[in-house]
């Protein structure tokens, strides 16, 4: 079964789906996108040509649990989406996945600006790796 991974942002919503056996997550590319429904509508057409059988997307809670703006944005764009797909959405914390995204791709010799463009693909590969390790039958 594929997985959808998703960081959504307001500018920006990587993607990254799974493997069939669900061992290993690969970022596939970074969207430009125009709010919440410009995204839903980016990430349903994902799902569909990768054939997602489940779409797990990035909960940003703050590092003391409390669900702020970027949650209550999330949520906006998960009701989007789940308007347009009839596969499950699910949600799985992020917390610190931007800042390890930037941590590997630093120690990998990318620097600065250039982490721009593959941030996002790179978190949410992080957000359904974890999904996924989480999950483990």
């Known amino acids: 079964m594929i997985i959808l991974g998703i960081d959504f942002g307001d500018k920006r919503m990587g993607l990254a789906v799974c493997d069939e056996k669900q061992t290993m997550a690969v970022s596939i590319r970074t969207e430009q996108v125009r709010g919440a429904k410009d995204a839903a509508e980016k990430a349903a057409k994902c799902a569909e040509e990768r054939n997602a059988a489940k779409i797990v997307v990035g909960m940003p809670e703050r590092a003391d649990g409390y ?14 989406l789940r308007e347009l797909v ?24 990318k620097k600065g600006r250039s982490h721009v463009s593959i941030v996002d693909a790179l978190s949410a590969q992080l957000i359904l790796q974890g999904y996924l390790d989480q999950h483990k039958q």
């Open 67 to 80: 669900k702020g703006e970027r949650c209550e944005k999330t949520e906006f764009f998960l009701s989007f």
């Open 86 to 109: 009839s596969i499950p959405v699910e949600t799985f914390d992020e917390r610190f996945t931007t800042v390890e995204a930037h941590d590997l791709l630093y120690e990998a010799g």
